[in-house]
């Protein structure tokens, strides 16, 4: 029901966009959210954006770089990455949480894309 794309790999200072497509259902009152796992680490939240108002907001560690944004007629959301540094690498998680307002925890989160992995060289 989530379907992400776009990864690969990039030289730092580069730019990759992510898509998320929804299907099967409606996600019109989601928030959408962006998560990402690096090899060794905790999962660790990158960005949510709401459908409705479409209010964002971003883990401190992508702030300034990465854009969440949505196309409504499209039921997809994509997370714009900008300025990427080798610690961006990691598989890139979109999810859906049956939520009004942006949501961070992701045991709020009642459906999860399968992954695409982002890879940053130095």
């Known amino acids: 029901q989530l379907q992400a794309s776009g990864g690969g790999l990039v030289q730092a200072g580069g730019s990759l966009r992510l898509s998320c497509a929804a299907s099967?259902?409606?996600?019109?009152?989601?928030?959408m959210g962006w998560f990402r796992r690096a090899p060794g680490k905790e999962r660790e939240f990158v960005a949510a954006?709401?459908?409705?108002?479409?209010?964002?907001y971003y883990g401190d560690s992508v702030k300034g770089r990465f854009t969440i944004s949505r196309d409504n007629a499209k039921n997809t959301v994509y997370l714009q990455m900008n300025s990427l540094k080798p610690e961006d690498t990691a598989v890139y998680y979109c999810?859906?949480?049956?939520?009004?307002?942006?949501?961070?925890?992701?045991?709020?989160?009642?459906?999860w894309g399968q992954g695409t992995e982002v890879t940053v060289s130095s």
């Open positions: 999810a859906a949480a049956n939520e009004r307002t942006v949501v961070t925890a992701p045991l709020l989160y009642n459906y």
């Open positions: 954006i709401t459908w409705i108002g479409g209010s964002t």
């Open positions: 099967g259902r409606t996600f019109s009152t989601y928030s």
